[in-house]
């Protein structure tokens, strides 16, 4: 394919993408366990609609919506990072132990706080929200110290990260749950449906903690598309090409759990968003990160507003988590990934 006609397929295949994007944050909106009529969400949405219905569109849905497009493509752009860092088309931000650090930073910020008294232990809307991104950044970003500290062995190369990381990630996941088994039966609650990686009762003041780390990954991306390219080509030809390779890789994995732990401060570990959307973007649109990215971003928040959506309503009035309706599109194509591997 010659690189006008990879343009063409790139800009029409992101223009399909945002068009969707639309469509289901039109949905989404419209959607839930009250019923509204078209001129009930026009009129909330456009004109000065009070009451009821005002109140759910303005300040429960369109927040939720805005969060899970940000959300899926914090999680997207993470694990299209660490798969070209790491040249490992298994890497996401799960696999390499960082959402389980940022959630177990979480997780022990909140218990402290309940403890103290400041925040009502019946109400997950009343913890101090505004702290939780940098609470998680600082267990993202121990948990990659950490991981590179274990892998180190006079360089770090891409097995050794991710074989450090699952270890890491497994050790952090069983002391979380150390955790919240001694939380106390009615605390346990307060975390749980998070833990399963959920945006219910998410409004406003979730949103702006985690626009400062979102437009800081957005004023990154100019500088790390040509090291994330060179370094998917492997350490032999980025060394060839001037990159230092270790260097760049640990920047790379660092921006990659900065990204996801923002997320997984907000939403919980949603899983598999990062593993399954830079193949997705790579099938359709091919070609270097730099053609894929705006992909990327796109799919990842269509799989996560559509994985929200399909939460909402398959059991109204009651709700499944992102995370689970992820799940259970992401374990089998982890498996199909792995077949593939094993017989390459």
């Keep these: 394919m010659t690189p006008r006609a990879s343009l063409r397929r790139t800009l029409a295949l992101t223009t399909s993408a945002a068009v969707l994007l ?9 959607e839930g366990a009250a019923d509204m009529s078209a001129a009930s969400v026009a009129q909330a949405l456009f004109g000065s609609a009070s ?3 005002g109140t759910i569109i303005r300040q429960l849905r369109l927040p939720r919506v805005v969060l899970a497009m940000l959300i899926g493509a914090h999680f997207a752009l993470s694990g299209m990072i660490l798969q070209s860092a790491l040249r490992n088309p298994l890497a996401d931000p799960g696999v390499l132990g960082i959402s389980s650090g940022a959630t177990l930073a979480v997780m022990l ?35 990659v110290v950490l991981v590179y ?3 180190w062995h006079g360089g770090a190369t891409p097995a ?12 952090m996941h069983a002391v979380a749950m150390g955790v919240l088994s001694g939380w106390g039966s009615t605390r346990i609650e307060v975390v749980l449906n998070w833990l399963s990686g959920s945006l219910y009762g998410k409004d406003w003041q979730h949103l702006y903690p985690l626009l400062p780390w979102t437009l800081l990954g957005a004023l990154t991306l100019p500088f790390i598309m040509r090291p994330m390219g060179v370094l998917a080509l492997g350490d032999d ?24 732990a923002a997320a997984v401060a907000v939403a919980g570990p949603v899983g598999f968003l990062g593993l399954l959307v830079p193949h997705i973007a790579r099938r359709l649109a091919g070609g270097s990160p730099r053609h894929q990215l705006p992909l990327v971003l796109l799919l990842g928040a269509n799989l996560a507003l559509a994985a929200d959506l399909a939460g909402r309503i398959l059991i109204v009035p009651d709700e499944v988590p992102v995370g689970a309706v ?19």
Excluded: K
């Design 22 to 30: 639309l469509l289901l944050a039109v949905l989404a909106t419209f």
């Design 51 to 53: 009451g009821t219905d």
């Design 109 to 143: 910020f909140l218990l402290f706080d309940v403890f103290l008294g400041t925040s009502d232990s019946s109400r997950l809307d009343n913890y101090p929200v505004t702290w939780l991104p940098a609470v998680a950044q600082l267990g993202g970003t121990g948990t």
């Design 149 to 151: 500290l274990l892998a």
């Design 160 to 171: 050794r990260l991710i074989l450090s990381g699952i270890a890491v990630g497994a050790g």
């Design 237 to 260: 030809c980025a060394r060839s090409l001037g990159l230092q390779a270790e260097r760049w890789r640990l920047v790379l994995v660092a921006m990659a759990g900065s990204l996801a």
């Design 326 to 344: 992820t799940a259970l599109l992401g374990a089998p194509f982890f498996l199909y990934l792995m077949a593939r591997r094993r017989h390459a």
